[in-house]
């Protein structure tokens, strides 16, 4: 009798879970139709996930940006979901988890080192010549040590920045220039040699929708775009580990 009623209530809960899932995937299928139909111009629909809000469903576009929709499709959100009894940005967590970056696929043969320290600690900065901004973040770094730092020219704010990213990388001392033209304000020396590996940057970087420089890639994938202060990078280092 006992065997009996377990095995009851094991198909009992196999049909409940079944009728899950088929009114999941119908649900599903009922937001593409409606949001594809009723919007042309909507992007492709990459994936679609429930949130922690009853009723309100995530829509993932172009790899990660982020709508939200009810059940039906009815209505269409782009914005901030905030979980305000746990305090956190739902929406900023996790874009932050899809623009993850695997460090382990970076084309480190198209970047040049600097090692300060015991270079334990590992970092890659994409980051244009003529870019103020990468200037002050190039500045406060020089207090940052015991990291290795994979530096990716990445011209993407004029030709000018091209001619200046090949001659910096075809210099005999790659960081030492670096260095002179972002933290001394030397002029960049002219160089020649086979600089393909900037245009592969650019290529890459806009693969990841680098859209800004300076943008800082940590050992965990984490990717935080603009020029953060050297206390901000010791904590992001810190959080790699």
């Known amino acids: 009798m006992t065997l009996f009623k377990s095995a009851s209530t094991a198909a009992l809960a196999l049909g409940l879970l079944l009728t899950a899932a088929g009114s999941a995937f119908a649900q599903e299928a009922a937001i593409r139709k409606n949001l594809s139909e009723r919007l042309s111009n909507f992007p492709k629909i990459d994936e679609i996930s429930k949130t922690p809000m009853n009723g309100l469903y995530e ?4 790899e990660s940006d982020i709508f939200y929709t009810d059940a039906e499709g009815n209505f269409l959100l782009q914005g901030v979901l ?3 009894k746990n305090r956190r940005n739902l929406t ?14 970076l084309p480190l043969k198209d970047a040049f080192t600097l090692v300060r ?3 334990k600690r590992k ?26 730092i ?3 020219l990445y011209p993407i704010l004029s030709s000018d920045s091209t001619e200046k990213s090949k001659n910096i990388w075809c210099a005999k001392d790659q960081a030492k220039t670096w260095q002179d033209v972002m933290v001394r304000d030397q002029p960049v ?13 650019v290529a890459f970087g806009r693969k990841l929708k680098i859209t800004g420089t300076p943008t800082l ?20 280092l810190a959080e790699a580990k």
């Open 59 to 62: 829509v993932r576009v172009n």
């Open 82 to 84: 905030i979980d305000t």
């Open 92 to 105: 900023e967590e996790r874009t932050e988890k899809l623009n993850a970056i695997a460090f382990s696929s």
């Open 117 to 119: 320290g015991n270079g």
């Open 123 to 148: 970092l890659a900065v994409f980051e244009d010549p003529n870019c103020g901004y990468c200037k002050r973040f190039e500045r406060d770094l020089q207090g940052v040590t015991d990291v290795t």
């Open 150 to 152: 994979h530096m990716f």
């Open 189 to 201: 020396p002219k160089a020649t040699c086979d600089s393909s590996a900037i245009d592969r940057n």
């Open 217 to 236: 890639i940590f050992a965990d994938g984490s990717r935080v775009p603009g020029a953060i202060s050297a206390q901000q990078v010791e904590k992001m």
